[in-house]
Structure formats: structure tokens, C-alpha cells
């Protein structure tokens, strides 16, 4: 286990990866990709993250991709992106930009796991393509960055155990699939059951709540299951997919959980990882709210609950 508290801290250390090259053209989609520079302005206007102290992601070697990704895979998406318009999935385009944009994003969730590892919580700004498989991507995710950030981890030997606690809307069947032989990285997802993707590979613990599931519902499995999951695991790092997408609001989704909600499910995570001292870090993942600015504040509100935290461990 590594205790984060122990570790000497930097005031000035940067808690939050962002980049302005996460822009991406993707046509008319419903990711709304503008969602990642919003994101970072209203944190910056807002006094939570100072103007420019952010720390840059660097984009993940062929060497990183492949200990997760199959090398007919990864020249797939290299011949499809040269190509220039295509498809890997009707809903998932590729090009040469977001091939390359998903590498950037890929590092920056390596380069975030690092600062956790340093600095015990911090954040990427994007991050959390939990969909993407070995040899192929679906539902926007063309490389598994949280599991890429983990092989390298380990390969490095930063860490031995991780967890991954995913509160996307959408099971995480990607990462779900990639780690079903690897007993030393533990999978926990919390998702609307009657919603993308079918069939959905186990994780280590799946729940699945039903359509309609409100505040009460969901953070009770939390309550019940997030203190149980760390203790059983006992991670080294925990990598937390905290999606916009259960908001009551949001175009893909069917669950009513309210801002309030999501920023209590936030605050649950993170305190029972920092109780245990286990460092964090906190991937955006999807949301798809009506009106993007929804998207944008909860994901605003994720970064407060982390700043309000690490606050709280260097008083």
C-alpha cells in the first residue's frame, strides 16, 4: 500500500493534466468534446485550478499502447486514420486528428496516475475510454487509457494492485474484459443496467441498477459497496471514472440522479479512498446532458470535491 500522506508534498505541485489540443473534430456527435476547454476555463475563472498551473499530458508510446492493445489493432486504426473519414463502430469515427488526440489523452491519464502516485489525488481533464478493447474500440473509445495507465504503472513498478472504480453511466466492459485474468487489478462498475453495452463482460463486482434509480438508490450501493471494494482490493492506486453521464438530464442515459447527487457520490469515493490512504485519480469519462453546460458543471464539481480533499489532507 502506498500511504500518500507520508509522502513530502510540492504546494505548488499541479493536480490537474489538461491540454487545449484535447479539441477534436468529430463532426455532428454527441460527445460534445467542447466539454474538456470548458471544463478547464470555468475551474480557471472560478479560482479552483490557477490560470495556466496544469499540468501537460504527453502522448503514449506504441511501446505504452501495446501492453494493452494487440499490434493488428493498433495498424487497423493507423490504416483507417491515413484513410482520412472513417468508422471503427456507425457511432465511433476515426481519423488521423482523434487517432492521434486518443494518444495524447492516453498519456495524459499516465502522466495523472503519476501525480496521485506523488501527491495522493488529482485529476485528468479526459480520460476514462473505458469501452476501447484490446483488439477493437466501440462507444467513443478507441485506446483503453485507465487500463494503459495501468499496465505502465505496473511495468514500472509504481504499483503492484490496482482498482478501478468506475461510475460511468455505461458498464466498463473494455476494461472489465482486459483485467478478467488479472487478479491483481480489481474491477468495479456501477452502471444502468438496461442500457449499452450488450453483453457486458463481468467485472470483479457489477452493479447493475435499474431505469429510473434516483440519489437514494444510487449512493446507497455506494455506501454499501465502495468501502468494501477498497478493503477487499487493496489497491495501490485507484483509478475512478466519475462520468457526468447518470445525471437525470443526460441524452444517453435512463438513471435520476440530480448535481447534487453526482457531487456526493464524488465525495464518497474520494473520502473512503483518502481514509485508507490510497491515491486517486479521477477521469472525466462520458456525460451527454441535454444542455453541455450541465456536462461542464459536474465535472466542474468533481475537481472541487478533489480540491476541497487535498485541502483537507495538507491542513
Same mark, same amino acid.
Given at each position: ?8 508534498? %510540492? ?55 501495446? &501492453? ?11 490504416? %483507417? ?6 468508422? &471503427? ?8 486528428? $482523434? ?20 501527491? *495522493?489525488?488529482?485529476?485528468?481533464? +479526459? ?16 485506446? +483503453?487509457?485507465?487500463? $494503459? ?19 460511468? %453511466?455505461?458498464? *466498463? +466492459? ?20 438496461? +442500457? ?15 431505469? *429510473? ?27 475512478? &471514472? ?9 441524452? &444517453? ?7 447534487? *447527487? ?54
Amino acid at each position: 500500500m502506498f500511504w500518500f500522506a507520508a509522502v513530502p508534498r %510540492l504546494v505548488t505541485m499541479p493536480f490537474v493534466v489538461y491540454s487545449p489540443e484535447y479539441y477534436v473534430d468529430m463532426g455532428e456527435h454527441v460527445f460534445p468534446v467542447q466539454k474538456y476547454r470548458l471544463c478547464y476555463e470555468k475551474l480557471c475563472r472560478d479560482g479552483v485550478v490557477a490560470l495556466d498551473d496544469a499540468a501537460s499530458p504527453v502522448r503514449a508510446t506504441e511501446r505504452q499502447l501495446l &501492453l494493452v492493445h494487440s499490434p493488428e489493432y493498433l495498424a487497423r486504426l493507423e490504416s %483507417l486514420a491515413a484513410s482520412g473519414w472513417s468508422y &471503427l463502430t456507425p457511432d465511433t469515427p476515426i481519423t488521423a486528428e $482523434i487517432l492521434d488526440k486518443s494518444m495524447l489523452a492516453a498519456g495524459g491519464t499516465i502522466v495523472a496516475a503519476r501525480l496521485a502516485l506523488s501527491d *495522493g489525488l488529482s485529476v485528468h481533464l +479526459n480520460g476514462g475510454f473505458h469501452h476501447a478493447f484490446p483488439d477493437h474500440g466501440e462507444g467513443f473509445c478507441y485506446l +483503453n487509457d485507465v487500463a $494503459i495507465a495501468v499496465r505502465v504503472l505496473q511495468r514500472e513498478r509504481a504499483i503492484q494492485r490496482a482498482a478501478i472504480i468506475d461510475c460511468d %453511466l455505461h458498464q *466498463g +466492459n473494455g476494461t472489465a474484459s482486459i483485467f478478467a485474468a488479472s487478479p491483481e487489478v480489481f474491477t468495479f462498475s456501477i452502471h444502468q443496467e438496461n +442500457n449499452y453495452p450488450f453483453p457486458k463482460p463481468p467485472s470483479d463486482v457489477d452493479i447493475g441498477l435499474p431505469d *429510473g434509480a434516483d440519489d437514494a438508490a444510487y449512493l446507497a450501493e455506494l455506501k454499501k459497496h465502495v468501502p468494501a471494494v477498497l478493503d477487499r482490493a487493496r489497491p495501490d492506486l485507484v483509478l475512478y &471514472l466519475a462520468g457526468a453521464d447518470p445525471y437525470e438530464h443526460d441524452l &444517453l442515459g435512463g438513471l435520476c440522479v440530480s448535481m447534487e *447527487g453526482l457531487r456526493r457520490r464524488d465525495a464518497l469515493v474520494l473520502e473512503a479512498c483518502t481514509a485508507r490512504g490510497t491515491p486517486a485519480v479521477v477521469l472525466l469519462a462520458g456525460g451527454y446532458a441535454a444542455r453541455t453546460e450541465d456536462t461542464v458543471q459536474i465535472h466542474c464539481s468533481t475537481v472541487e470535491v478533489v480540491r476541497e480533499l487535498r485541502g483537507r489532507t495538507t491542513s
